[in-house]
C-alpha cells in the first residue's frame, strides 16, 4: 500500500477512527473510576552468584562467564516465582491473619480482618494454635491437604483473595539489578499491611527453598557415595581376611621375607656344603698318605675294636656338635658337646700312644710326629664328614620347604591383587566422597542469601492508573480500528478501479460511471459523471475518426454485462441522453421492463423496448429484435444503442455481437472478478470477432478510485450544496427505480 492509498483510508475512515476510540476511553474511564489503592514495598537481597567467595575459591580460579551467571539469576527468580513458593508464602500469611484477636494495620486492615472473620469462622478452631505460628501453619497445611474442596483451598485458589497464589505472583516482581549480585524484589497490594508481610514471607521462603534447592544438589551424590564406601570398605576387609586366613593356614607372617630368607639360608647351606666338602676331600687324602707311613702297626691299631669304637663314638660325637651350631642351639648346650668331643679325642690320644711306642717312622720321621699327624686328619675329616652329612640333611629340609612355598607364591600374589584393587577402588570413592562434601561445604558458604534492604511499610499508595489506562485504551483502540481498516483495504479483492478493470478483463477502459448509492457529503457527484460521460463520447468520435468507413449514421452499440444488475440499462440510457445532448440522433433498444415506448418532439432520440425471445438469440442485426423495426427509418439515427440481457443467466446472441460496431462490457466495481467472468470473458470474445471493438465500462466506482480519469473529486460550497444535494438524491432514488 502506498502512502497516498494509506492516507486516502485515514480520511476515509477519520470519523470512525476518532469516535470509536473516544468511546472506549470514555467507557475505560468509568469502568476504572473505582480502583482500589495499591501500596508498594521492595526488599534487596544479596545473592553471591556473581562475585562470592566459597571454599574453592582462589585468586588464580577463572571467573564465572556470563551465561553460568545469567543462568544461576534465572534459577534463583525461578524459585521465587514457583508455585510451591507462593502456595507456602499464602499459608504462612493466612496463619499470621488467623492468629489475631483483632486487627493490627501492621499486619491486616480492619475491612480485610472482618472479611477474613467472616470467610472462616467455623474453621478456625480447626486451623489455629493460638500463640503458635508453627503449629498453626502445619495445622493449615494438614486441612488443606484434607480435601479438594475446603475453605483453604477456596482461597488460594480465589482471585479476589489476598491469599491467591495466582494474585500473589502477578502482584510479585523478582529482578536483577543490572551486573550485580542483588536481587530486587517488589510486591504490590490494596493492603499496606499484608504488602509488606507478604514481602517478608517471600524472602524467607524462597532463600530457605533456595539454599535447600542447592545443598539436595549434593545430598543424593553423597548417599551414593557413602553407599559404595561402605561396599567398597567390606570387600576391602574381605579381601584381607582372605590373606590374613591364608597366612594363619599356612603359617605366613610375611611370604616374601620368609622366603627371602630360606633362599639365602639355602644358598649359605649349598657354599658351606662344597666348602666343606673340600676339606673332607683333603683330609682323606692326607689320612690315606699317613697311613701308607704307618705300616703294620698302624693296621693292628686300626683294627683294634677299642680304637674303632671311640672314634664312632668321636664321629656322633662330632655331628651332635655341628648340628648344634648350625640349628643355633643355646651356648651350653654347645658347650657341652664341645666338651664331649675333646673327652673322646683325649681318650683316643691316650690309647695311640700305649700301642705305638715307636720315636721314627721309615722316613726317619718321629714315629710320634706321624702318629700325631695321623691322628689329626683322621679328626678332622670325620668332623668334616659330620658336617656334610647336616648339610645334607639341610638340603633335603631346604627341599621340603621350595615344595610347600613355590605353590603359595600365585595365592599369596592372587589375594594382594585383589587387595589392591579393593584399597584403590575404596580410595578413588574416598576421594570422590571428600570432593562431594567440600562442593556441598562451598555451595552452603557462597549461596549464603543475605537481606540487604527489609522491607519498610508503604504509607502513601502508588499513584492511580486510570488516566494511563484511558490513554492506553484510546491509542489501541485507534490503532486496532486502523489496522483493520487497512487490512480491509488490502484484503479487498474487489476490481474498484479502471487500472484493476484492464489488468483483469485485458480490456481498454471505454469510460466509468461513480456510485451513487452512498451519499458523500458535498462531493459534486453530477458533475464528476457527466465529466466521464465527455470521457465516453471522446473515445467514441476517436472511433469514428480512426475508422472513417464506419460511416456516421448506422453505429451500432451493444451494452452487455456478465451478471445481472450490474447497471447496463442507467449506463446505456446514459449514454444515449448524452449524445442526444450533443445533436447526435440515438436508437436505444432495451429489454428494460420499466421502460417504454418513447420518441422527443423532433425525433431525434428514441427508445424501443423489446421482449427476450427466441427472436434475441438468432438475431443478426437490431431489426430482428423488434417485429415493428420496418416503421422506424434506421438510416435516420446516428447511434444504435442495444442492450443485451446478463450472459450468465440467457444465450449470447452471437451474430448481433460479431455485427455490432462497439461491445461495452459494463462492470460494477464493488464486485470481484472471478473463473466464471473469465469463462465468459472467453466466450465473449470468441463471439466477437477481431473486426468488433469491445471495451469495459466500469460502474459504481468510488469517488477515490477515478481521480486517474477525472483528477481530484470537485466540492460544493455549503450555499450551493443543499440544492445540489436534493437533486442528487432524486436522481438515487430514479437509479434505484431503474436497478431494482
Given at each position: 500500500m502506498s502512502f497516498v492509498q494509506f492516507i486516502r483510508v485515514l480520511s476515509k475512515n477519520l470519523k470512525w477512527l476518532i469516535l470509536f476510540p473516544v468511546l472506549i476511553a470514555v467507557l475505560v474511564y468509568f469502568l476504572t473510576g473505582k480502583l482500589p489503592k495499591e501500596y508498594q514495598s521492595a526488599t534487596t537481597v544479596y545473592t553471591g552468584i556473581a562475585s562470592g567467595y566459597g571454599i574453592t575459591s582462589n585468586e588464580d580460579a577463572p571467573?564465572?562467564?556470563?551465561?553460568?551467571?545469567?543462568?544461576?539469576?534465572?534459577?534463583?527468580?525461578?524459585?521465587?516465582?514457583?508455585?510451591?513458593?507462593?502456595?507456602?508464602?499464602?499459608?504462612?500469611?493466612?496463619?499470621q491473619h488467623l492468629l489475631l484477636e483483632m486487627s493490627d494495620p501492621l499486619i491486616l486492615s480492619e475491612k480485610s480482618f472482618n472479611e477474613l472473620k467472616t470467610t472462616i469462622s467455623e474453621e478456625r478452631s480447626l486451623m489455629v494454635v493460638p500463640g503458635n505460628f508453627t503449629a498453626t501453619v502445619d495445622r493449615i497445611k494438614k486441612y488443606k491437604k484434607s480435601s479438594t474442596d475446603n475453605i483453604v483451598v477456596k482461597l488460594l485458589s480465589d482471585q479476589k483473595s489476598h491469599y491467591s497464589t495466582a494474585l500473589i505472583a502477578k502482584n510479585l516482581t523478582a529482578s536483577r539489578k543490572l551486573n550485580s549480585d542483588f536481587l530486587d524484589l517488589t510486591y504490590k497490594s490494596d493492603d499496606p499491611g499484608v504488602c509488606l508481610n507478604t514481602l517478608k514471607f517471600i524472602t524467607e521462603v524462597f532463600?530457605?527453598?533456595?539454599?535447600?534447592?542447592?545443598?539436595?544438589?549434593?545430598?543424593?551424590?553423597?548417599?551414593?557415595?557413602?553407599?559404595?564406601?561402605?561396599?567398597?570398605?567390606?570387600?576391602?576387609?574381605?579381601?584381607?581376611?582372605?590373606?590374613?586366613?591364608?597366612?594363619?593356614?599356612?603359617?605366613?607372617?610375611?611370604?616374601?621375607?620368609?622366603?627371602?630368607?630360606?633362599?639365602?639360608?639355602?644358598?649359605?647351606?649349598?657354599?658351606?656344603?662344597?666348602?666343606?666338602?673340600?676339606?673332607?676331600?683333603?683330609?682323606?687324602?692326607?689320612v690315606a698318605r699317613l697311613e701308607d707311613q704307618l705300616e703294620s702297626r698302624e693296621i693292628l691299631l686300626r683294627n683294634n675294636n677299642e680304637l674303632n669304637r671311640l672314634r664312632k663314638e668321636l664321629g656322633i660325637a662330632h655331628e651332635e656338635y655341628e648340628r648344634a651350631k648350625v640349628y643355633s642351639n643355646t651356648p651350653e648346650k654347645i658347650s657341652k658337646l664341645a666338651t664331649k668331643v675333646d673327652g673322646i679325642k683325649q681318650e683316643i690320644r691316650v690309647w695311640v700312644l700305649q700301642y705305638y711306642s715307636l720315636n721314627n717312622s721309615m722316613e726317619s720321621v718321629p714315629q710320634a710326629m706321624v702318629l700325631e699327624n695321623w691322628l689329626k686328619e683322621i679328626l678332622i675329616m670325620d668332623g668334616s664328614e659330620a658336617r656334610l652329612q647336616v648339610y645334607i640333611d639341610r638340603r633335603k629340609e631346604f627341599d621340603r620347604k621350595y615344595n610347600e612355598f613355590s605353590p603359595l607364591n600365585m595365592q599369596v600374589s592372587r589375594l594382594e591383587r585383589e587387595i589392591s584393587v579393593a584399597e584403590r577402588q575404596y580410595l578413588e570413592i574416598l576421594h570422590g566422597y571428600h570432593l562431594a562434601k567440600l562442593r556441598q561445604q562451598n555451595i552452603e558458604m557462597s549461596h549464603n542469601l543475605q537481606v540487604m534492604d527489609t522491607p519498610v511499610f508503604p504509607t502513601k499508595a502508588l499513584a492511580s492508573k486510570q488516566n494511563l489506562l484511558v490513554i492506553l485504551s484510546f491509542i489501541a483502540s485507534f490503532f486496532l480500528l486502523l489496522v483493520y481498516f487497512?487490512?480491509?483495504?488490502?484484503?479487498?479483492?474487489?476490481?474498484?478501479?479502471?487500472?484493476?478493470?484492464?489488468?483483469?478483463?485485458?480490456?481498454?477502459?471505454?469510460?466509468?460511471?461513480?456510485?451513487?448509492?452512498?451519499?458523500?457529503?458535498?462531493?459534486?457527484?453530477?458533475?464528476?459523471?457527466?465529466?466521464?460521460?465527455?470521457?465516453?463520447?471522446?473515445?467514441?468520435?476517436?472511433?469514428?475518426?480512426?475508422n472513417p468507413q464506419l460511416g456516421a449514421n448506422n453505429y451500432l452499440i451493444t451494452v452487455i454485462s456478465s451478471r445481472e444488475m450490474e447497471g447496463k440499462s442507467y449506463a446505456a440510457q446514459k449514454l444515449a441522453e448524452k449524445l442526444y445532448n450533443l445533436d447526435y440522433s440515438v436508437l436505444y433498444i432495451s429489454n428494460d421492463?420499466?421502460?417504454e415506448d418513447a420518441e422527443t418532439d423532433d425525433r431525434r432520440f428514441r427508445t424501443l423496448r423489446y421482449d427476450i425471445t427466441s427472436r434475441l438469440f438468432s438475431a443478426k442485426t437490431e431489426e430482428n429484435l423488434l417485429p415493428e423495426f420496418s416503421r422506424v427509418n434506421r438510416s435516420a439515427f446516428n447511434f444504435i444503442i442495444v442492450e443485451i440481457p446478463a450472459i450468465s443467466v440467457n444465450a449470447l446472441p452471437n451474430q448481433l455481437i460479431k455485427?455490432?460496431?462497439?461491445?461495452?462490457?459494463?462492470?460494477?466495481?464493488?464486485?470481484?472478478?472471478?473463473?466464471?467472468?473469465?469463462?465468459?470473458?472467453?466466450?465473449?470474445?470468441?463471439?466477437?470477432?477481431?473486426?468488433?471493438?469491445?471495451?469495459?465500462?466500469?460502474?459504481?466506482?468510488?469517488p477515490e478510485d477515478l481521480e486517474n480519469m477525472v483528477g481530484s473529486v470537485p466540492k460544493m460550497n455549503r450555499s450551493a450544496a443543499r440544492p445540489a444535494l436534493k437533486e442528487e438524491e432524486e436522481e438515487l432514488i430514479e437509479l434505484d427505480e431503474e436497478t431494482a
Amino acid at each position: 500500500m502506498s502512502f497516498v492509498q494509506f492516507i486516502r483510508v485515514l480520511s476515509k475512515n477519520l470519523k470512525w477512527l476518532i469516535l470509536f476510540p473516544v468511546l472506549i476511553a470514555v467507557l475505560v474511564y468509568f469502568l476504572t473510576g473505582k480502583l482500589p489503592k495499591e501500596y508498594q514495598s521492595a526488599t534487596t537481597v544479596y545473592t553471591g552468584i556473581a562475585s562470592g567467595y566459597g571454599i574453592t575459591s582462589n585468586e588464580d580460579a577463572p571467573r564465572a562467564d556470563y551465561f553460568s551467571i545469567s543462568n544461576a539469576f534465572d534459577n534463583l527468580i525461578a524459585t521465587v516465582n514457583a508455585r510451591q513458593t507462593m502456595e507456602d508464602v499464602a499459608v504462612k500469611l493466612l496463619a499470621q491473619h488467623l492468629l489475631l484477636e483483632m486487627s493490627d494495620p501492621l499486619i491486616l486492615s480492619e475491612k480485610s480482618f472482618n472479611e477474613l472473620k467472616t470467610t472462616i469462622s467455623e474453621e478456625r478452631s480447626l486451623m489455629v494454635v493460638p500463640g503458635n505460628f508453627t503449629a498453626t501453619v502445619d495445622r493449615i497445611k494438614k486441612y488443606k491437604k484434607s480435601s479438594t474442596d475446603n475453605i483453604v483451598v477456596k482461597l488460594l485458589s480465589d482471585q479476589k483473595s489476598h491469599y491467591s497464589t495466582a494474585l500473589i505472583a502477578k502482584n510479585l516482581t523478582a529482578s536483577r539489578k543490572l551486573n550485580s549480585d542483588f536481587l530486587d524484589l517488589t510486591y504490590k497490594s490494596d493492603d499496606p499491611g499484608v504488602c509488606l508481610n507478604t514481602l517478608k514471607f517471600i524472602t524467607e521462603v524462597f532463600i530457605d527453598k533456595y539454599k535447600s534447592l542447592k545443598g539436595s544438589e549434593t545430598v543424593n551424590v553423597l548417599k551414593w557415595f557413602e553407599a559404595r564406601l561402605k561396599d567398597a570398605a567390606g570387600e576391602l576387609n574381605n579381601s584381607e581376611n582372605k590373606l590374613k586366613d591364608f597366612g594363619i593356614r599356612n603359617k605366613i607372617i610375611n611370604y616374601y621375607e620368609q622366603a627371602k630368607a630360606v633362599a639365602i639360608e639355602n644358598e649359605t647351606n649349598e657354599t658351606d656344603y662344597y666348602k666343606e666338602l673340600m676339606n673332607y676331600e683333603a683330609s682323606k687324602r692326607a689320612v690315606a698318605r699317613l697311613e701308607d707311613q704307618l705300616e703294620s702297626r698302624e693296621i693292628l691299631l686300626r683294627n683294634n675294636n677299642e680304637l674303632n669304637r671311640l672314634r664312632k663314638e668321636l664321629g656322633i660325637a662330632h655331628e651332635e656338635y655341628e648340628r648344634a651350631k648350625v640349628y643355633s642351639n643355646t651356648p651350653e648346650k654347645i658347650s657341652k658337646l664341645a666338651t664331649k668331643v675333646d673327652g673322646i679325642k683325649q681318650e683316643i690320644r691316650v690309647w695311640v700312644l700305649q700301642y705305638y711306642s715307636l720315636n721314627n717312622s721309615m722316613e726317619s720321621v718321629p714315629q710320634a710326629m706321624v702318629l700325631e699327624n695321623w691322628l689329626k686328619e683322621i679328626l678332622i675329616m670325620d668332623g668334616s664328614e659330620a658336617r656334610l652329612q647336616v648339610y645334607i640333611d639341610r638340603r633335603k629340609e631346604f627341599d621340603r620347604k621350595y615344595n610347600e612355598f613355590s605353590p603359595l607364591n600365585m595365592q599369596v600374589s592372587r589375594l594382594e591383587r585383589e587387595i589392591s584393587v579393593a584399597e584403590r577402588q575404596y580410595l578413588e570413592i574416598l576421594h570422590g566422597y571428600h570432593l562431594a562434601k567440600l562442593r556441598q561445604q562451598n555451595i552452603e558458604m557462597s549461596h549464603n542469601l543475605q537481606v540487604m534492604d527489609t522491607p519498610v511499610f508503604p504509607t502513601k499508595a502508588l499513584a492511580s492508573k486510570q488516566n494511563l489506562l484511558v490513554i492506553l485504551s484510546f491509542i489501541a483502540s485507534f490503532f486496532l480500528l486502523l489496522v483493520y481498516f487497512v487490512a480491509k483495504e488490502l484484503l479487498d479483492n474487489s476490481i474498484r478501479n479502471t487500472q484493476r478493470a484492464e489488468e483483469l478483463t485485458g480490456l481498454k477502459v471505454f469510460s466509468a460511471l461513480p456510485n451513487r448509492s452512498i451519499d458523500y457529503g458535498n462531493l459534486q457527484m453530477g458533475r464528476v459523471e457527466n465529466t466521464l460521460l465527455d470521457y465516453a463520447v471522446s473515445n467514441l468520435k476517436i472511433e469514428l475518426e480512426q475508422n472513417p468507413q464506419l460511416g456516421a449514421n448506422n453505429y451500432l452499440i451493444t451494452v452487455i454485462s456478465s451478471r445481472e444488475m450490474e447497471g447496463k440499462s442507467y449506463a446505456a440510457q446514459k449514454l444515449a441522453e448524452k449524445l442526444y445532448n450533443l445533436d447526435y440522433s440515438v436508437l436505444y433498444i432495451s429489454n428494460d421492463e420499466n421502460m417504454e415506448d418513447a420518441e422527443t418532439d423532433d425525433r431525434r432520440f428514441r427508445t424501443l423496448r423489446y421482449d427476450i425471445t427466441s427472436r434475441l438469440f438468432s438475431a443478426k442485426t437490431e431489426e430482428n429484435l423488434l417485429p415493428e423495426f420496418s416503421r422506424v427509418n434506421r438510416s435516420a439515427f446516428n447511434f444504435i444503442i442495444v442492450e443485451i440481457p446478463a450472459i450468465s443467466v440467457n444465450a449470447l446472441p452471437n451474430q448481433l455481437i460479431k455485427n455490432s460496431r462497439l461491445s461495452l462490457l459494463v462492470l460494477d466495481a464493488r464486485r470481484s472478478w472471478t473463473a466464471s467472468d473469465e469463462s465468459i470473458m472467453k466466450l465473449f470474445r470468441k463471439a466477437a470477432g477481431e473486426e468488433n471493438k469491445i471495451m469495459v465500462w466500469l460502474n459504481q466506482v468510488a469517488p477515490e478510485d477515478l481521480e486517474n480519469m477525472v483528477g481530484s473529486v470537485p466540492k460544493m460550497n455549503r450555499s450551493a450544496a443543499r440544492p445540489a444535494l436534493k437533486e442528487e438524491e432524486e436522481e438515487l432514488i430514479e437509479l434505484d427505480e431503474e436497478t431494482a
